[in-house]
């Protein structure tokens, strides 16, 4: 039996325990020989005759007329609705005890209609406000379930598109990086260098991290550092001593989840803007911090004076979109200086969305 039901069970359970008391002959001369227990059970057994009535016009405003009516938007109609049912209840409710309490269970006459027109219009006022109490509880409940759901669903498919696109966004990213790996491995092949095979090899490694270890929404920075690292020894075997490259680190943490290929990205781009563009000798300096849980990531290039303002490539334009759908709170400033072009990026990783 699964959840939803036994919670309407139990709802039912406590309604009838508390509208069954109310039942409960208290006074007459035709009750005083009955003890209390005895009455209880009066009480009870009339509840359950009077439910009959009351469960099947509980579902039908929840399972139908406030479904269709909400989902239609006519909030007039629902109201109506209810009233024309509360009355229908309020009268078969009227005529049960009439004609089935009275005499049946308590065993007496029903009160003379004639002779207490006041003491009727009185029940049936009341009993229209219990009922309209019982189905407006129960819509209230309801309500609130579909607005739950609701939702719910809204925000698992807004989960699912910011995935979607996530995964489109990384999966334009690993491209663009063995497009740049590549064309290295192509400058290393024509000078028929001796490293091409170590190379080789640190790219294998890296397209082993890409397809396996990206998979998973969070990584260790010590992962993220090493795929950076092996980067650095490609960028070193095709440039060779003209390149000058400082990487430096500060972490407390290696810990430290963080989202695959944040960083990458961003040393490419100072790479494919700096050195590759640069006729002297490149400087790409890199500076990572870690100190509870704030993240600070420097990355530096040289570029010639007289280069245009550095335009923002594949890598960083992603970075940018990727960094806004995983640390909101992030800041990304990018400074483009005559000689020097500077990505800086702070997060605090400990303030992760859900």
């Known amino acids: 039996m699964n959840r939803r039901i036994l919670l309407h069970i139990g709802f039912w359970i406590a309604y009838a325990l508390y509208d069954g008391y109310l039942c409960v002959p208290l006074s007459g001369t035709s009750f005083e020989h009955l003890s209390m227990g005895e009455r209880l059970l009066l009480g009870y057994q009339a509840e359950l005759v009077l439910l009959a009535v009351k469960i099947p016009a509980a579902y039908l405003v929840l399972n139908y007329l406030l479904p269709r009516s909400f989902q239609n938007r006519k909030f007039l109609r629902f109201g109506l609705q209810v009233a024309v049912l509360t009355a229908l209840v309020s009268l078969a409710l009227y005529n049960l005890w009439h004609k089935a309490i009275y005499p049946h269970i308590f065993k007496i006459e029903p009160p003379a209609q004639a002779a207490n027109n006041w003491i009727a219009a009185f029940r049936l006022l009341w009993s229209s406000f219990e009922i309209l109490m019982l189905l407006g509880v129960a819509s209230a409940i309801k309500l609130f379930r579909m607005r739950l759901q609701t939702a719910q669903r809204e925000k698992?498919?807004?989960?699912?598109?910011?995935?979607?696109?996530?995964?489109?966004?990384?999966?334009?990213?690993?491209?663009?990086?063995?497009?740049?790996?590549?064309?290295?491995?192509?400058?290393?092949?024509?000078?028929?260098?001796?490293?091409?095979?170590?190379?080789?090899?640190?790219?294998?490694?890296?397209?082993?991290?890409?397809?396996?270890?990206?998979?998973?929404?969070?990584?260790?920075?010590?992962?993220?550092?090493?795929?950076?690292?092996?980067?650095?020894?490609?960028?070193?075997?095709?440039?060779?001593?003209?390149?000058?490259?400082?990487?430096r680190q500060e972490v407390d943490d290696a810990g430290?989840?963080?989202a695959p290929l944040l960083l990458l990205p961003l040393v490419e781009n100072a790479f494919k803007h700096g050195a590759a563009e640069?006729?002297?000798?490149?400087?790409?300096?890199?500076?990572?911090?870690?100190?509870?849980?704030?993240?600070?990531?420097?990355?530096?290039?040289?570029?010639?004076?007289?280069?245009?303002?550095?335009?923002?490539?594949?890598?960083?334009?992603?970075?940018?979109?990727?960094?806004?759908?995983?640390?909101?709170?992030?800041?990304?400033?990018?400074?483009?200086?005559?000689d020097r072009f500077s990505v800086i990026l702070n997060i605090n990783l400990a303030h992760v969305p859900a």
Do not use: W
Not at 179 to 202: C, S
Not at 296 to 315: C, L, M, Q, R, Y
């Open 278 to 338: 640069s006729t002297g000798q490149p400087l790409v300096s890199i500076f990572l911090e870690l100190k509870k849980a704030r993240l600070h990531f420097k990355v530096e290039n040289s570029k010639e004076p007289a280069t245009t303002d550095t335009k923002e490539g594949i890598g960083l334009k992603n970075i940018r979109r990727q960094l806004e759908l995983l640390y909101p709170e992030h800041q990304l400033l990018v400074e483009d200086n005559e």
């Open 156 to 247: 698992q498919l807004i989960e699912e598109k910011l995935q979607s696109e996530l995964s489109f966004l990384r999966a334009q990213t690993n491209p663009h990086f063995l497009f740049n790996t590549l064309n290295n491995l192509y400058h290393l092949a024509r000078k028929k260098a001796e490293t091409t095979p170590d190379a080789i090899l640190k790219l294998s490694g890296m397209l082993r991290f890409m397809l396996y270890e990206c998979a998973t929404p969070r990584i260790q920075l010590s992962q993220e550092i090493q795929v950076i690292g092996d980067y650095l020894e490609l960028e070193r075997l095709r440039y060779g001593d003209r390149l000058k490259v400082a990487f």
């Open 256 to 258: 430290q989840p963080i």
